[in-house]
Nanobody
């Protein structure tokens, strides 16, 4: 499956952005999908994930602010980000793996398909 992220940009602290991960070549049915983020010099960090069994999970740093959900009509996985903070600034990546269900967000190495990322910048 090929993944394309969109929706990044520059926003003030407290604002919102809606990231979209669109799939081509396959539907997301049966796929585990995750959002990761990375800043220069740091490891890629798991943000949120949507298991193939329907469960969703969040990093503690974004709980209560971010929401992940599947838009089946558009074959996309959405990350709605509210209450953004400057520390949320990063490149955000979408990742997917077929037949993947989990109880917590897996490590990046588990995912075989990745998008190229979208920049999110939150100004203070």
């Amino acid at each position: 499956v090929q993944l394309v992220e969109s929706g990044g940009g520059l926003v003030q602290a407290g604002g919102s952005l809606r990231l979209s991960c669109a799939a081509s070549g396959s539907t997301f049915d049966g796929y585990g999908v995750a959002w990761f983020r990375q800043v220069p010099g740091k490891e890629r960090e798991g943000v949120s994930c949507s298991s193939a069994d329907g469960s969703v999970h969040y990093a503690d740093s974004v709980k209560g602010r971010f929401t992940i959900y599947r838009n089946y009509a558009n074959n996309a996985v959405i990350l709605q980000m509210n209450g953004l903070k400057p520390e949320d600034t990063a490149v955000y990546y979408c990742a997917a793996e077929a037949q993947l269900a989990f109880f917590s967000c897996p490590e990046p190495e588990v995912f075989g398909s990745w998008g190229v990322g979208t920049q999110v910048t939150v100004s203070s």
